[in-house]
């Protein structure tokens, strides 16, 4: 017969909402832009926030910022700040990082992903359909840094 441990209880994990919290474009050199050889340089940064609401709840927000330049010209800028709101019990310290680090970004990022796209197209542009990421390994990435960056001020 199975006890039922009270120490460790069962995981629980739930989105209670995704939500589009902040929303900018920027094409500061149109027309112009518009009058030359499209051959964009890309740039994307993503950063994620985490806010705790109560014991249990947590607001993780995934930032998005998009820039194409052609030549010297910044043809456009678009970020996007996906949020969603997710439960997450039964969780120990270690298991949240990760959650909150990584596999939430995840659940977000196609939602961001498409709100990219959608303001490029309204902004005259070839669509733009950002790659996946995996935020598994930047997690993990920034988790190793982090450790490397706490060595380093151990050795000074």
Same mark, same amino acid.
């Given at each position: 017969m199975a006890e039922n441990d009270q120490t460790n209880p069962e995981r629980q994990f739930a989105v209670q909402r995704t939500y589009l919290k902040d929303l900018s474009f920027e094409s500061p050199n149109a027309p112009e832009v518009f009058r030359g050889?499209?051959?964009? @340089?890309?740039?994307?940064? =993503?950063?994620?926030? /985490?806010?705790? =609401?109560?014991? @249990?709840?947590?607001? /993780?927000?995934?930032? /998005?910022?998009? &820039?194409?330049? /052609?030549?010297?010209? &910044?043809a456009f800028i678009v970020e996007v700040h996906q949020a969603g709101i997710f439960t997450l019990g039964g969780f120990s310290e270690e298991e949240l990082g990760p959650m909150l680090g990584a596999y939430c970004p995840n659940l977000l990022f196609p939602y961001a992903r498409e709100a990219v796209s959608d303001l490029v197209t309204k902004g005259s542009f070839p669509q733009l359909v950002l790659q996946h990421v995996s935020f598994d390994a930047l997690f993990a990435q920034h988790q190793q840094q982090a450790a490397a960056d706490a060595e380093g001020a151990r050795q000074h």
């Open positions: 050889e499209w051959k964009p @340089q890309n740039e994307l940064n =993503l950063n994620t926030k /985490v806010n705790r =609401l109560d014991e @249990q709840t947590y607001e /993780v927000v995934l930032s /998005v910022t998009v &820039t194409a330049k /052609v030549g010297d010209k &910044t």
